[in-house]
């Protein structure tokens, strides 16, 4: 079955810490590149960062730049995404997708696979 499945969301206060994971199964991990998308209520679909899983190549919104990092473990088929120094507009459905080819985009059109989104909420 091909899926992916988020995990690692939950609460904490501003300036802490969290790592969500996406693990990916039924299909070649190294033939796509995983992106990480966030919704707050009533907003949009928003790109925070992706990686290809072929060269390891990454992007980040200029939002979360220099406070998440995203990484991949290929042997695994999980991409996580490390999340410091969290704000109160960083509370939203955090969702990982798979695009291929493996060139990433911040374009959530653009990404065929998606998993079922983990809830992260930070408090003030």
């Known amino acids: 079955e091909v899926q992916l499945v988020e995990s690692g969301g939950g609460l904490v206060q501003a300036g802490g810490s969290l790592r969500l994971s996406c693990a990916a199964s039924?299909?070649?991990?190294?033939?796509?590149?995983i992106g990480w998308f966030r919704q707050a209520p009533g907003k949009g679909r928003e790109g925070v960062s992706w990686?290809?899983?072929?060269?390891?190549?990454?992007q980040y919104s200029d939002s979360v730049r220099g406070r998440f990092t995203i990484s991949s473990d290929n042997a695994k088929s999980t991409v996580s995404l490390q999340m410091n120094k969290l704000k109160p507009e960083d509370t939203a459905v955090y969702y990982c997708?798979?695009?291929?080819?493996?060139?990433?985009?911040?374009?959530?059109?653009?990404?065929?696979?998606w998993g079922q989104g983990t809830q992260v909420t930070v408090s003030s």
């Open positions: 990686i290809s899983n072929f060269d390891g190549t990454t």
């Open positions: 039924g299909f070649t991990f190294d033939d796509y590149a």
């Open positions: 997708a798979a695009m291929r080819p493996p060139i990433g985009t911040m374009n959530p059109q653009m990404y065929d696979l």
